[in-house]
């Protein structure tokens, strides 16, 4: 997962796709693959390696491809949430740590076999302007929001927002940016 910076990535099977912060790229078994950053940047990235039997299925599946080696997730967010917790588990080393680790692993290649099959379907502008709003929602965690300016940022109108939020993300706004700051202080705690 690159979180900031940007560069490309290429694969066998994959072609060559530019990287952004946010982009994720799959390394798979035994396929030629190289990647690059951006120079003088770089890019921060996070990574999580997994191999056993269930990797062996998920990959006979299809469940993700080296066909779609990068993928560009809505709601990075989550993601980067999931390595914390990994990274939280790992520095207390609790009984059952690896474990949680794992599930959290399965947790996380879920995530991206949904955002997958997201990519691979029609991306309206109502679900483009939700995932801004989500991303907006989640880099004010620390200070209230006025959801009426949010919806101007947004090129909007509010009554739109409030009906359409809801309909993509299950949550009313104050809902899910109530939910975003509860998780980000319990993750904090």
Known sequence: YISRGGGVFESEGGGKHPIEAGSIFVLFPGVWHRYTTRQPMGWDEYWVGFSGQYANRLLRKGFLTPSQPVIKPCGEHSLMDLFA???????????????IIGSITTLLVANLNAASRSQRS??????????????LLNERLDQPMDLRDLAGQLHVGYAWLRHEFPRHTGLALHQYHLQLRINKAMILL
Request: glycine share 4%; aromatic share 10%; net charge positive.
């Open 122 to 135: 029609s991306y309206t502008r109502s679900k483009a302007v939700i995932e801004k709003a989500k991303s």
């Open 85 to 99: 917790q990994m990274f939280s588990e790992m520095r207390a080393e609790r009984t059952g740590f690896s474990q």
